[in-house]
């Protein structure tokens, strides 16, 4: 059986911590462990998370951060890393365990569905699991699943602001391909919503086109949280 560490980042996450850790400790049993580390909440996101874990650190504010401090206090073999806000499937442990065969140096992630998604949502949804099959680049919503000795062995997620996720599963897929698992986590919508949809397709293509030809992500981060 493959143990697993699940590391969830949060930041201010108040809103969805509860649901994502229901929905997440409904599918596993208690040899899994939940790993969260807080980038500094104002709210009682902490509070909430500690129903659920006592698993709890804190480091300071970023994802790759946040995400590689949870990987130094992982005690299992596979290494799960899950936004605050999406939520896993009812078969998320079986599969992985599954499409891994108990094999160490692999990694994998899941296809992604919008939450309250409309025709353009699902749409979006769609091409979003076609190019990161195909192109074996992930984004984190898609959750990613790696084992310990292959995290090491790329020295973790790259201390970046902004696509931390772009460049872990370059280096990743360096090594070898990722397993793209059927079933799909659902993530939540509201930058979409909140922004307009059009404008953050824009907005998503743009930044990855101008961190494509070199402008570091410390000039783009301003950009996509603005």
Known sequence: MLLFSIIIPTLNES???????????SVL?????????DGGSTDDTVIKASRYTNKIYYSGKGRALQMNEGARHASHSFLVFLHADTLVPDNFPNEITKSFNHRSGQWGFFKVKLSNADFMLSVISFFMNLRSCLTKIATGDQVFVVSKDLYRKIN?????????????????????????FKSTVI??????????????????WKIRLLYFFGIPATKLVSMYYK
């Open 15 to 25: 809103e969805s911590i509860e649901h994502t850790l229901e929905a997440l400790t």
């Open 29 to 37: 049993d208690k040899q899994h462990e939940i790993i969260i580390v």
């Open 156 to 180: 973790g997620f790259k201390t970046i602001p902004l696509m931390e996720d772009i460049e872990f599963s370059k280096s990743l897929k360096k090594i070898c391909k990722p397993i793209c």
């Open 187 to 204: 993530t939540s919508s509201r930058k979409w919503k909140q922004q307009g949809i059009i404008k953050t397709v824009f907005l998503m």
